[in-house]
């Protein structure tokens, strides 16, 4: 009887042990917790748009796949949050959002409508979006999560928003704890095995001698209690079968573990703000203005110009066209290269918006200029106001990364130690009156600028003895453009009209002008009654912090003859 209970014994480890084994398998396949969560919604058709917030992408995980599906185009534009909701503003458009029931433990993604009456005339071309995919009636992608980046879905602008859109994260599940099961299983077999061998070995085996037959005792009479003859061994084995099976059961169903359902608990970042260009940006921008400049260069047409340039700098260049069109001697001006140097953001949520580009290579041909760019409202395109060429041997102070940004100043701001509307009043007079200017106390001469038109001035008044010299200096555009460096301080681009007039002292007199663009414009080589010039230059200054007792620096100068007219008299 022992050496049988060790025989079942066995049978009941190596049951146990199986029921471990599946326990671990089954925590591993049918039992193993959710790798993903999966949203989907379907777009009403008033709506135009669809906009994704950044957090709403990365509610479960740092990347999402998406799945969009609709009739005809579908597209998915990135940009800023903030810059792609000012776009929508006064466009029918959706928002969808994570909505949570913990009562009902359920997760659906809902769909805030808004309307308006002002939408975008377009939906491509648009310096606020960064990054464009278009697919026909579906498209898959999978997006990254980004600090203030969201996406726009669209289809054209004009039919309704692709009509399904599927989010999927693939998400880290919880640990799984089915070693000690594997452990268990293997420990447990390894003893079933022991047990059946000693049981085996234990058994009496009797060896059988071949000898002469034996009759046959007569066969008893079958009696009615017979089937209750020795029946305890098969109750035993009977019995401890079911319990075996009853224990393993037992231990599968007890061990089944529960998982929370990820899709409840969702774990959105905070919304934060990020400068409104990044380098991918600028240099789209770039190209685009180049692209327009050349052509506008080739063609020596202002009109050309318009859609990338404005203010002085759209003044500048179509100074030269003018210039040029009237004599083959004029040198063109110098060409906005794409070799971006230097990229300056601004970090704001309102408009007009500055940005700031150093292009060039540092060559006599390709020279290194500051670029400010303007944005007027969210769906105008920027636009170049300035592009001013850094003189030689300066030290350009340093910067905010483009990852950081700068932030726009107002004019004349307290945090500086000089206000910006006594620039153009103090270089006038550091160019009238050289070095004998009261203004050398708060900008500084030694520069390029300065001395080379302070020069020609005091070289023109030397050169008549039968005239008079006056001056004028005046800003020629209220657009001020001021972007803070990292010692505090701010870079300063501004456009500034100086007006010469020379009239002659006696009426014999005229008033010669010199063969080049004065000539060009006036008509003539001279005048009696004298002439009046008028160029405009575009500067870019750095103006210290107001704790700083450092003067203002120029640091370059883009100027270019604007008209030359006679004055008025007898002839």
Partial sequence: EWLTMRFLASALVFLISTASLLQGVAMQTVWYPETEVRQSIVFGETSRYALLEPELLASYADS???????????????????????????????????????????????????????????????????????????????????????????????????????MTWQIEPPSVASDPFFAVSIAGYLFSLLLLVNAIRKQNFKPRRRGPKLPKPPSPRKSSGSKLINPAPRRKGRRAKFVAIGLSTGLLMSCAPEYPDPSLAPDQPEKQSIPSLNSAQ????????????????????????????????????????????????????????????????????SWPRTAMMVVGEGTESSPLQALFIRQESVRDNYRLWYNIELLPNIDFPEVAAVETGSSPIDADSGFL?????????????????????????????????????SGNLLA????????????????????????????????????????TSISPTEVAEAIAVEPGPEQVLLGSEASATGIQTRYGTMLLAHVRSSESERRVRILGASQVLLSVTRLEGDE
């Fill in 64 to 166: 999402v796949n998406l799945r969009i599906s609709g009739a005809g185009d579908i597209r998915l534009i990135s940009g800023r949050e903030s810059d792609l909701v000012a776009w929508l503003d006064g466009a029918n458009w959706s928002k969808p959002s994570l909505r949570v029931n913990p009562e009902l433990e359920t997760s659906t993604l809902i769909g805030r409508n808004y309307r308006g009456d002002n939408p975008p005339n377009g939906v491509s071309g648009f310096d606020v979006f960064m990054s464009e995919s278009v697919e026909q009636r579906s498209l898959r992608q999978t997006v990254d999560y980004q600090p203030g980046i969201a996406y726009l879905i669209a289809s054209d602008g004009l039919n309704p928003v692709p009509s399904r859109l599927e």
């Fill in 282 to 349: 600028f240099e789209t921008i770039l190209d685009s203005i180049t692209d327009v400049v050349n052509q506008g260069d080739e063609q020596k047409n202002r009109e050309l110009l318009e859609s990338r340039l404005a203010g002085p700098s759209l003044d500048f260049r179509g100074a030269f066209y003018t210039l040029m069109n009237r004599s083959d001697e004029i040198v063109a001006p110098k060409p906005i290269s794409s070799a971006l140097q230097l990229a300056l953001p601004t970090k704001t949520q």
């Fill in 460 to 499: 023109l008044k030397n050169s008549l003895e039968s005239a008079t010299v006056s001056t004028n200096h005046e800003l020629g555009d209220e657009n001020i453009s001021q972007l803070l460096t990292t010692d505090a301080g701010a870079l300063v681009a501004f456009y500034m009209i100086d007006e």
């Fill in 417 to 453: 130690n000089f206000k910006v509307s006594g620039l153009v009043p103090a270089i006038g007079s550091l160019i009238d009156d050289g070095l004998d200017s009261v203004a050398v106390n708060v900008i500084d001469p030694d520069n390029q600028y300065i001395a080379q038109a």
